[in-house]
């Protein structure tokens, strides 16, 4: 399993060093406490609760990216078995030499995957 972490790029942080060392250092916490452990920890105060909720809401965003490009990459990697399953199957079906032969493979594995269903 991949290791959390939590990212912050230079654009970000140029926004966020403006904030004295004690803020910046809360909100890196509270930030911390979100990624790693799932809790929303919220800083009090105005101003760190909307830099917070501005990371929170990146975080949000690359996670769902990432989640939904990982089961596309599932779903991709399937249909690209299964794919390969059924081409097997058709290089079978055109290195027959007779009749006889193509009737008995036709017998063995059936007609699924290697002809489409308006071909058969």
Not at 15 to 35: H, P, Q
Not at 95 to 104: A, F, G, I, S
């Amino acid at each position: 399993m991949k290791e959390k972490a939590l990212k912050i790029n230079k654009k970000d942080y140029n926004i966020a060093k403006s904030l004295s060392d004690r803020d910046f250092g809360t909100l890196v916490r509270a930030l911390c406490e979100y990624v790693y452990f799932g809790i929303d920890a919220s800083p009090k105060d105005k101003i760190l609760k909307v830099y917070y909720d501005n990371f929170k809401e990146k975080i949000d965003m690359e996670n769902f990216f990432r989640e939904t490009g990982r089961l596309g990459g599932i779903k991709s990697n399937e249909l690209r078995q299964k794919a390969e399953e059924n081409r097997s199957v058709v290089l079978d079906v055109f290195n027959v030499k007779t009749v006889d032969e193509l009737l008995r493979i036709i017998l063995e594995k059936g007609l699924g995957g290697c002809c489409k269903d308006d071909e058969v």
